[in-house]
């Protein structure tokens, strides 16, 4: 059996494990950021999107990523 995004386990920005099993339930959109860069007024848009639709189980995991020329320390 294929492993699925929900076999997966991240860290938080404070090193603390996740497992994305917890979020089978619900509807996820992974983002990959990098908070330096000039596109992070997306950021805005990502905020709205998640208020709209926090009620039905909307959940956006941002993905720090410093691929993006250095613009994540």
């Not at 992070?40 to 959940?59: A, C, I, M, N, R």
């Amino acid at each position: 059996m294929k492993p699925t995004f929900y076999n997966f386990e991240a860290e938080t920005l404070q090193g603390k494990p996740v497992k994305m099993d917890q979020f089978a339930d619900k509807t996820v959109l992974v983002v990959n950021t990098a908070s330096k860069c000039g596109l992070t007024p997306q950021f805005e848009g990502l905020e709205k999107l998640y208020k709209d639709y926090q009620h039905k189980d909307l959940v956006i995991l941002g993905f720090p990523c410093n691929q993006f020329a250095g613009q994540e320390p």
